[in-house]
């Protein structure tokens, strides 16, 4: 069969589920195993997780010694949950970082069913089925896949609490109780794993459709609208809030009120205020990132925007807006920037991609659309590998092969699909988009970024000890100048962040058999310190890296007492 007629077959299978899973597990896999736990948000989540594991304490949240009062525990337990039954069937999962990254591809998968299967009523069989194929190799879905904390698992409970909101809207008196108990206990799963990040976005959309749809002369304040009462509010709301409340109870009276404060009066407050943690933005830096956030689907997407705005007063697509435009500029406002804030509106922007691509009265964006993203296209795709090709050389001195593997494929990606475009295959073109994307990540994912050596500066220092002191035991170890929370999960939360060279030497002293890692900064400072103990320091050997998070280069030398 010529590919072609194949890809021409595609979007008519009735069985999309083996299809989607097989692109899911083609796209996310590689790199997934063997990229080591990076910093600093994947570390800091699975080592909380792990000391949940060794500490049977579920409730409380903890990173080392230190309370962690930012996110509900929903993501930990998920995680949790997940090495324990890893670990049941014989496999050595704990200090695994892969493990704690199942919940996030559990969690893409089921975003990216959901978007096909509960998308139909809104677009169609074969426009859903496209639209969950752009939507797995969105960078920002692959990213999060491939990290250990909250978004991924976050976006499938968003995905399918909309999925069904637009049943609602679309069809009232076919949505039934059970429907509804679905959709107020997805958002209360939601709640467990990011707060109110999961009801806001149906909230606003809710909050969109009432103001659009409403009779004139209505009060704003009383649903109008016969998919509003189908929703069942009254009875799902405290549904919702009864799956989340006994956590916030416990952990409300475990830490005496502090989670409360620290995480609303802290973290939600503070993202929303300020640029937290150096990640502040501009409005409209979103807007901006789309084109490399929603690759390859940003190159349908972008030219379906116009169309679909013209097409607003039709009920599905109305829906579609209402879920991503007021979410999408919700982020916009907020101060603090990161890239996978805007996921929970991706679905309905792949759904509105899709529907244009499968419309053959689609109308053609302006010639500017097409050039914008046609450069998101190439500039993705031949730049993605560049740019890993680049990194590589300036950090480790060499030409890597995979680099050079996946520019050819991000070349040829880009050659096939600029063809299709002037053809006006758009059907065609995003699922080929999808499965040309494979070799490109997996040049990166799994042969680039795993080989580049310098950067895994945490791995490489507990190999280090383990080589030279097999056994030491984590409280046993003190670290100054490198204090990432990669190193607490590679060697155990239980170690020793010290504050300086002097307090290196102070550790040392204090009990026989101990090592202490000293950067190159600190190193002279401690040498002072440990001769006016009167200690004999022999050094064990130099692990030198590049810490990324802090863009320098690091020296980490071992030292124990004679």
């Not at 170890?477 to 102070?506: C, N, T, W, Y």
């Not at 802090?550 to 071992?558: C, E, I």
Request: one cysteine or more; aromatic letters at 10%; proline letters at 7%.
């Amino acid at each position: 069969m010529r590919p072609a007629a194949f890809l021409d077959r595609l979007p008519e299978t009735r069985r999309p589920v083996p299809w989607l899973l097989l692109l899911c597990l083609l796209l996310w896999l590689p790199g997934f195993f063997t990229i080591p736990a990076g910093d600093r948000d994947e570390s800091r989540f699975a080592q909380a997780s792990r000391q949940m594991v060794e500490s049977g304490d579920y409730v409380r949240i903890r990173l080392g010694e230190v309370e962690r009062n930012k996110k509900p525990a929903g993501i930990h337990w998920a995680q949790a949950a997940t090495v324990h039954a890893l670990e049941a069937v014989g496999i050595p999962a704990r200090g695994q970082i892969w493990a704690y990254r199942l919940p996030s591809l559990i969690g893409g998968i089921i975003a990216v069913l959901a978007t096909c299967l509960l998308g139909r009523s809104l677009v169609g069989r074969r426009a859903a089925f496209i639209a969950a194929a752009m939507l797995a190799p969105c960078m920002v879905l692959l990213v999060e896949t491939h990290i250990a904390k909250t978004d991924a698992a976050l976006l499938a409970t968003i995905t399918i609490a909309m999925g069904l909101m637009g049943k609602a809207y679309l069809t009232p008196n076919g949505f039934t109780p059970r429907q509804a108990a679905t959709f107020w206990a997805v958002l209360g799963l939601g709640i467990l794993l990011k707060g109110p990040i999961a009801p806001i976005v149906p909230l606003l959309a809710g909050l969109t459709l009432a103001a659009m749809d409403r009779p004139a002369g209505s009060p704003w304040w009383k649903p109008s609208a016969p998919w509003q009462w189908s929703l069942r509010a009254g009875w799902g709301i405290p549904l919702m809030v009864l799956c989340a409340a006994p956590w916030f109870v416990a952990i409300g009276i475990a830490t005496e009120g502090r989670f409360f404060a620290e995480a609303v009066g802290g973290d939600m407050l503070g993202k929303v205020s300020s640029g937290e943690e150096a990640h502040w933005g501009p409005p409209g830096m979103y807007a901006a990132i789309f084109g490399i956030t929603a690759f390859p689907a940003a190159w349908v997407v972008l030219r379906a925007l116009p169309g679909s705005w013209a097409d607003r007063m039709q009920a599905p697509v109305r829906f579609l807006l209402a879920w991503a435009v007021p979410t999408w500029l919700l982020f916009e406002a907020v101060a603090t920037k990161l890239p996978h804030y805007t996921l929970p509106a991706f679905p309905a922007l792949m759904l509105l991609g899709a529907r244009w691509a499968m419309d053959p009265l689609r109308v053609a964006p302006p010639r500017w659309v097409d050039w914008l993203a046609n450069l998101a296209l190439g500039g993705v795709a031949i730049g993605l590998p560049l740019v890993a090709g680049v990194a590589v050389f300036r950090v480790e001195e060499r030409i890597d092969l995979f680099a050079i593997i996946g520019l050819i494929a991000g070349i040829a990606m880009t050659w096939a699909l600029l063809r299709m475009a002037r053809r006006a295959q758009w059907g065609r073109a995003a699922l080929a988009a999808a499965i040309l994307a494979v070799p490109v990540y997996a040049s990166v994912l799994e042969g680039v970024i795993p080989r580049l050596q310098a950067v895994w500066l945490s791995p490489r220092l507990a190999a280090q000890v383990a080589a030279v002191a097999p056994g030491l035991t984590a409280r046993d170890f003190g670290v100054v100048g490198h204090h990432e929370p990669s190193l607490q999960f590679a060697m155990g939360g239980d170690i020793r962040l010290l504050r300086d060279g002097a307090a290196a030497a102070a550790f040392l002293a204090e009990a026989p058999g101990r090592i202490a890692a000293v950067n190159d900064r600190q190193e002279a400072a401690f040498r002072r310190a440990a001769a006016e103990r009167g200690l004999a320091v022999r050094e064990l050997g130099t692990v030198t890296g590049l810490n990324y998070v802090r863009g320098r280069w690091v020296a980490m030398s071992l030292f124990k007492v004679d």
